[in-house]
Nanobody, 121 residues
């Protein structure tokens, strides 16, 4: 059984920083892409950032220059460093991982349970 467990959310003031972590565990053969999405109240879930197994990254325009995604392949963990936070960054943040459970298995996307980030003074 595969689990993605997120941590690091919370309440932060505008202009502050938070670092999210997401660790994948279980019988994992390999992990391809990993990423972060977010969903604000009344809005659809949106892409925040993604990172490939080789380290190539992609960001939503709204977070470019403020957020940084990274990963530790040895720990099956992806991180999201969030700086210069704004009230509009308030949302539940979800991590995902495209992983394979065996050599011949297809790649399947798994999701974490979500962690709340609130930016408010």
């Amino acid at each position: 059984q595969v689990q993605l467990v997120e941590s690091g959310g919370g309440l932060e003031q505008p202009g502050g920083s938070l670092r999210l972590s997401c660790a994948a565990s279980g019988s994992i053969f390999s992990i391809n892409g990993m990423g972060w999405y977010r969903q604000a109240p009344g809005k659809e879930r949106e892409l925040v950032a993604t990172i490939t197994s080789g380290g190539s990254t992609k960001y939503a325009d709204s977070v470019k220059g403020r957020f940084t995604i990274s990963r530790d392949n040895a720990k099956n963990t992806v991180y999201l460093q969030m700086n210069s936070l704004k009230p509009e960054d308030t949302a539940v943040y979800y991590c995902n991982a495209d992983l394979r459970l065996g050599l011949l298995a297809v790649s399947t996307r798994y999701w974490g349970q979500g962690t709340q980030v609130t930016v408010s003074s």
